[in-house]
């Protein structure tokens, strides 16, 4: 258990793959006491080898709890856990939690302070509430496929889940509103985020051009769709990233480049005259970055104040002495990896501070002791274990 500012909130932990462990995750490193609840042979397979990046990457700061659900021994175990926590998240399908009897409905009778969370591919309710989620469809039904890739070369998806990983992070922001309200009525209630809802809401302006310009985007590659010219440019020794969006920064781009011209052409003179000429104007721009190396290029514009930088390779991110500044990833030590690397929180508070303080659990690592939490002694333990409850 942690000391952050979530510590005296405990987590119960039933969720699987990507989304709901992403949720999950951001409340275990604010300090939460998190008890994943794992069957008896464990979730490996379930976004991953155990011991592999991602799952490590995905479950630290947890303590681990197996548990057979389906067995009535191991649902009382789980309501007892309800009756003195704080949240419950879960991603299975809608019914699954239904058949299971841990939907709202029952433990809310049980503890009406939980607040609940549940994270699906399309909603609770609707046409597709029973549709199995996955993030690659709800990239595509969410319009982002469309918007991605080259003009022309059909759809795209995007390098990361960004959908599971939103319908993460905009669970965890709806469990921490609830928790703020729960400190007024004293009442929990249900949170949902679905995959499909959060992948419409992060195309954000994309999303405005249709629901209030009637405009349909598309493709439009490496370039901004409407900050012109935005794009990647190659120089003598590989590609750089130059955004010069607004008249303002376009005219010390072209400045910084020792190509004023491009600045008073009518051509290029004017927002829309940039847009209707874009393969033009990038064409010619490229043609002044090619002359030097990116260092060389990242250097000059950034002195000129155009935003420009490099394009880097995984490796190459975390060798930045800015991203080493940020201090973003942190070591801790695995019992059986040994020391591994993670990925931390993008957000900073002046006194409250998130950590890494336990490597992700064993399949059961902690079951003897949340069990003994909950007043079982060790004979009551072995005959779970004897009987394959836990």
Known sequence: MGNGPLSRFKVIDLTRVRAGPTCVRQLADWGADVIKI??????????????????QNLHRNKRSLTLDLKSPEGLDIMYRLVRTADVVVENYRPDVKDRLKIDYATLAALNPRIVYASISGFGQDGPYRDRPGFDQIAQGMGGLMSITGLPGQGPVRVGIPVADLTAGIFAAQGILVALLEREQSGQGQWVQ?????SQISMLDFQAARWTIGHEVPGQAGNDHPTSIPTGVFATADGHINIAAAGS???????????????????????????????????????????????????????KAGVPGGPIYKMDE??????????????????????EVEVVGQPIDLSRSKWEIRTATPEAGEHTDAVLGELGFDAAAIAGLRTRKVV
């Open 38 to 55: 794992e069957a008896p042979e464990g979730d490996s397979g379930l976004g991953g080898a155990r011991h592999g990046p991602d799952f």
């Open 193 to 197: 985020s679905s995959l499909l809802a």
């Open 248 to 302: 303002a920064i376009y005219r010390r781009l072209c400045t910084a480049l020792g190509a004023e011209h491009l600045a008073t052409d009518p051509a290029y003179a004017t927002d829309k005259a940039r847009s209707d000429n874009r393969r033009a104007l990038n064409a010619a721009i490229e043609a002044v970055t090619k002359t030097r190396t990116s260092a060389e290029w990242i250097d000059l514009l950034n």
């Open 317 to 338: 991110v975390f060798a930045d002495p800015q991203v080493r500044h940020l201090n973003i990833t942190r070591k801790v030590k695995h019992k059986v990896l040994g």
